[in-house]
């Protein structure tokens, strides 16, 4: 009974070791930075294409927002691109801005190539059609086409 008694209060006193070592701490971290230089990389090349796209969905949605307000009014709405100042502003044949953007904002170098002003009327079609081209410093060009039936897209 003895013997019982002291292996069940002696543990198994052999040495074993715990934890990480300094080489496999300093692997793992190598691995972590090559993964993170690779992707941050990666990413600086999606960056602007990424905000043309977004600078492009924006005038769209801005084109998109003329045209509801002139049908849900029933009166007039103007849209307008200036590439001077970079922005796009919706607003009232008075001149009273609804909603105003600046592309300089996205960053990348977006900005406006050409200007465009029309207007939307109470049945939803554009007054004059026009082409809004948009580049950044990637040399990138994405347009946005207004056509005179009121519809808008992207090239």
């Given at each position: 009974m003895n013997t019982?008694?002291?292996?069940?209060?002696?543990?198994?006193?052999t040495s074993q070791p715990k934890g990480f070592s300094l080489i496999?701490?300093?692997v793992v971290v190598a691995v972590i930075g090559i993964l993170a230089g690779i992707s941050g990389t990666a990413l600086m090349k999606w960056l602007p294409q990424a905000n043309?796209?977004?600078a492009a969905r924006t005038i769209v949605s801005m084109c998109q927002d003329a045209r509801?307000?002139?049908?849900k009014r029933n009166q007039q709405i103007n849209f307008s691109c200036s590439n001077a100042t970079?922005?796009?502003?919706?607003?009232?044949?008075?001149g009273t801005t609804l909603r105003q953007f600046d592309l300089s904002i996205i960053g990348s170098g977006v900005r406006l190539s050409n200007?465009?002003?029309?207007?939307?009327?109470?049945?939803g079609r554009a007054l004059t059609a026009g082409?809004?081209?948009?580049?950044?410093n990637a040399a990138s060009t994405l347009s946005v086409t207004v056509r005179t039936s009121g519809s808008i897209?992207?090239?």
């Open positions: 019982k008694t002291q292996s069940l209060n002696h543990r198994n006193t496999e701490v300093l043309l796209k977004r509801v307000e002139a049908i970079n922005t796009c502003v919706v607003s009232f044949t008075n200007s465009l002003n029309t207007s939307f009327t109470s049945r082409t809004i081209p948009i580049t950044n897209i992207t090239n």
